[in-house]
């Protein structure tokens, strides 16, 4: 019996209502169905993320439901545990929230859906007071990862990821200062998949993969988010371009949510964080070139995870450099 079949004993389910989700780079996810419908999901959380995490989730998404959004909720295992641990890895349960997955977005309407989502739930946890368990030092310690990948370029090693880190490096030079603003209870990690849509009246439900709650500020927020939603191509498809539009959209949906919480200079920082955003996980992608153990890769379109993250690492870079070049054009949307 896999690891997956025993811990869903926990929670009462058996080995032939659980399936294998493809697609996160993070977690391990399994579908749990029964009488022929989703209901929940079960997840092996990766290392980085500590056990209590699943106590913030479940502090979030209470507030969150209170407030009236649609939300995936923590299921506790039948004698009551947040989470389990197997065989020194959690493991943890969520309520599933049918709807669809994008991983590229479709067109600006779409764009303009999900950042009136990201808008309802920065309004919903605008009065949250809340201490987190769990947060992952230096998410976007931007300096902290230019940082690692130089210690790896002088190190040494393959010959190519040294010359994608030392021109990652000196791209990174020219970045321009991040404004001082304030810290918001944030999301962590709006890449489009991390919501869930309906179709028909197209809208924004719900949002998922919710282990990177924690304070921050908009500019990664929703700088991170951009770096996701406007480069429709994917972070590894060759084809690289930022879609002002798509932007424009997006932050006029926010805008249309979220209002006077937001000031003039937060939104303005938004554009400051999605080129930060872009050079920083580039630096990400490369530093996993020479360490190779982080990031989860596609085994099917690359031999390596080396590979498939020396493409990423080079996208981000393509990515970065496009923002800057439409810097002007995208701080007028925001304006």
């Given amino acids: 019996m896999n690891d997956a079949a025993v811990v869903a004993a ?5 080995a032939d209502q659980i399936t294998p989700l493809a697609g996160g780079l993070i977690n391990k ?20 993320f500590g056990a209590e995490v699943n106590l913030d989730i479940e502090a979030v998404t209470s507030h ?24 020194g890895r959690v493991w943890r349960a969520l309520t599933y929230v049918a709807g669809d997955t994008v ?8 764009a303009e859906a999900g950042g009136a989502l990201v808008g309802r739930f920065h309004r919903a946890v605008s009065d949250l007071d809340y201490d987190y368990r769990f947060t992952r030092a230096g998410v976007h310690d931007t300096a902290a990862h230019l940082a690692k990948l130089r210690d790896r370029v002088a190190a040494g ?26 810290t918001r209870h944030v999301h962590g990690d709006l890449k489009i998949s991390n919501l869930i849509f309906q179709r028909s009246p197209l809208a924004g439900v719900c949002l998922v993969d919710l282990d990177t709650f924690a304070r921050g500020t908009l500019a990664f927020e929703l700088g991170d ?13 060759g084809g690289i371009a930022f879609e002002v539009d798509i932007f ?16 003039a200079a937060e939104l303005a920082s938004v554009v400051v964080g999605l080129e930060t955003v872009c050079i920083e996980l580039a630096a990400r992608f490369a530093v996993d070139v020479f360490d190779d153990r ?5 085994a099917a379109r690359f031999p390596t995870r080396r590979a498939h993250n020396l493409v990423r690492a080079r996208g981000q870079l393509a990515l970065g450099l496009a923002v800057r070049a439409a810097r002007d054009a995208a701080l007028a949307a925001v304006s």
Avoid at 169 to 178: K, Q, S, T
Avoid at 294 to 298: A, M, Q, S, V
């Fill in 294 to 298: 982080y990031f989860g890769w596609d």
């Fill in 157 to 182: 090693g393959d010959a190519d990821a040294i010359a994608l880190g030392r021109e990652i490096l000196d791209v990174a030079g020219a970045l321009p200062a991040m404004p001082e603003t304030r």
């Fill in 248 to 263: 424009a959209a997006a932050l006029g949906g926010f805008r249309a949510e979220a209002g006077d919480l937001v000031t």
């Fill in 29 to 48: 996810t399994f579908v749990v169905e029964a009488d022929g419908a989703r209901t929940a999901v079960l997840q092996q959380l990766h290392p980085v």
């Fill in 10 to 14: 926990a929670w009462g389910w058996r």
């Fill in 64 to 87: 969150l439901a209170s407030r009236g959004l649609v939300t995936p909720r923590l299921v506790r295992s039948l004698d009551g545990k947040a989470w389990i641990e197997h065989d």
């Fill in 103 to 110: 991983h590229a977005v479709p067109s600006p309407e779409w």
């Fill in 225 to 237: 988010a951009m770096r996701s939603w406007c480069n429709p191509r994917g972070e590894d498809a």
